[in-house]
């Protein structure tokens, strides 16, 4: 199986500008949620999509948002981007089904530079 | 917030076992020890998680207390790969959820 990927791999933008990052999930996984990760605050998480319809959501200004398409495909765009938004955005998927170990399958991550 | 604490930094010699710890006093009954751990600028990995009894895998041992209220992820023979930031992490294993609580984790050098 295909892992999750995530396009692009790298991104430079200037501040004001918005942007839109791409997440593939395993074939099968409905679950998509995203994280930032930054030197100082580490791990953070996001928010999560299942089924098209966000189910969970961290502690983010509304400037972050994302979507999930009916194939389980993922986008998140950060409006009016800002220094501190540079980062690495992981996406993870997750089958969240009976049975299943509910693990998160991380993808390489997009390393996102605001100047 | 995280519910473990972790050390924030381990070292270990080439071939020796890895001992890392994690604290979560407050675990609840329904309430699972995952481990994940993330090698330099990629994306992190599972590893391991239980409940309350000891768990092995092809990668790791995880052996929890008694009580739930610590737990220890055993590398048996560590190797130059295995050098990465690794994460305990509390959640209900049994949710319906994606959502995972990252602490600082801990950084493990391994030497050779």
């Known amino acids: 199986k295909a892992g999750v990927t995530q396009t692009p791999r790298y991104l430079i933008k200037t501040r004001g500008q918005q942007v839109t990052l791409s997440c593939s999930p395993i074939?099968?996984?409905?679950?998509v949620s995203w994280y930032q990760q930054t030197p100082g605050q580490g791990l953070q998480f996001l928010f999560e999509?299942?089924?098209?319809?966000?189910?969970n959501k961290g502690n983010f200004p509304g400037r972050f948002s994302g979507r999930q398409f009916s194939n389980s495909r993922s986008e998140m765009n950060v409006s009016t981007l800002e220094l501190g938004d540079s980062a690495l955005y992981l996406c993870?998927?997750?089958?969240?089904?009976?049975?299943?170990?509910?693990?998160?399958?991380f993808g390489p991550g997009t390393r996102l530079t605001v100047l | 917030d995280a519910k473990t604490t972790q050390p924030p930094s381990m070292d270990c010699a080439e071939g020796r076992a890895a001992n890392l710890p994690c604290n979560h006093s407050?675990?609840?009954?329904?309430?699972?020890v995952y481990w994940y751990r993330q090698i330099h600028s990629q994306g992190p990995q599972y590893i391991i998680h239980?409940?309350?009894n000891n768990e092995t895998n092809e990668m790791a041992s995880l052996i929890i207390t008694e009580d739930r209220k610590s737990s220890t992820l055993i590398l048996p023979h560590a190797t130059l790969r295995d050098t990465a930031v690794y994460y305990c992490?509390?959640?209900?294993?049994?949710?319906?959820?994606?959502?995972?609580?990252f602490g600082q984790g801990t950084t493990l050098q391994v030497k050779p």
């Open positions: 993870a998927s997750s089958y969240l089904g009976q049975g299943s170990q509910n693990e998160q399958f």
């Open positions: 074939s099968g996984h409905r679950s």
């Open positions: 999509y299942f089924s098209e319809t966000q189910r």
């Open positions: 407050t675990i609840s009954g329904n309430e699972y």
């Open positions: 239980g409940l309350k």
């Open positions: 992490i509390v959640r209900v294993g049994s949710s319906n959820t994606g959502k995972l609580i």
